[in-house]
């Protein structure tokens, strides 16, 4: 049996510059050595080393565009493990500063490539009450129905190597929210049906009033309170 390197993996998040450009990097888009080194208040040089370790422990890759080097999470797993890291890392005496310091972030946001926050936790309740999910030995298994099209997504007939419909525990809520191929599927139908737009903050969302009136119409939810004013 092989056993896992927690340890690289460990010593890569150690360091408070280098979590900070995991985090800039949940977004899901990819930066310039000098935006992340900025993101994290350090030098360039500095950063350069960071993402070499970052690089070196799977969590990140580096891609030449032109004359620039762009820096990504590895995938959509790391973006994942790193998610459920932050959901357990505070202790409970630390959960309400946590979510006091994630401020609008934790309201409506983004994890890498689908909703997160007190929004996304209630559509995938309100998708659970309805009986379009059910969850499954841990896992998320969508049932056909006619709501799926009206959210953006096209179930596949049949199921892949990887979960359609992955649960992710929000880190800010401690409940779980929709992930995989089918949170992308809905965040990208949100953002193009103008349902959601993009936060000052990299990861932050604002829900728009068309946005609250189709989530209420489709799933039944009340949504006044995220509502950008």
């Known amino acids: 049996m092989i056993t896992p390197r927690f340890d690289i993996l460990g010593q890569a998040i150690s360091d408070a510059s280098r979590t900070q450009m995991l985090c800039e990097l949940m977004e899901g888009r990819a930066y310039t050595n000098k935006e992340l080194a900025a993101a994290a208040g350090v030098t360039p040089q500095t950063a350069s080393a960071h993402l070499r370790l970052l690089q070196d422990a799977g969590l990140v890759v580096a891609e030449k565009r032109g004359r620039c080097v762009y820096h990504r999470l590895a995938g ?30 934790a309201q409506v946001r983004s994890c890498y490539d689908h909703l997160a926050g007190p929004l996304a936790v209630a559509m995938t309740r309100a998708l659970l009450d309805r009986g379009m999910l059910r969850e499954e030995y841990g896992a998320f298994r969508a049932v056909p ?85």
């Open 76 to 105: 959509p797993e790391v973006a994942h493990a790193l998610e459920q890291l932050a959901a357990i890392a505070p202790a409970d005496s630390l959960h309400r500063a946590q979510r006091r310091k994630a401020g609008d972030l």
């Open 145 to 229: 129905a006619g709501e799926w099209l009206k959210l953006g997504v096209v179930l596949p007939e049949k199921p892949g190597r990887q979960p359609f419909a992955r649960p992710c525990l929000d880190w800010t809520e401690r409940k779980l929210h929709v992930a995989g191929p089918m949170g992308r599927l809905i965040l990208d139908h949100a953002l193009d049906s103008g349902w959601v737009k993009r936060h000052r903050h990299k990861r932050g969302l604002v829900l728009t009033a068309p946005g609250a009136r189709a989530l209420e119409q489709i799933l039944g939810l009340s949504c006044g309170g995220l509502v950008a004013a």
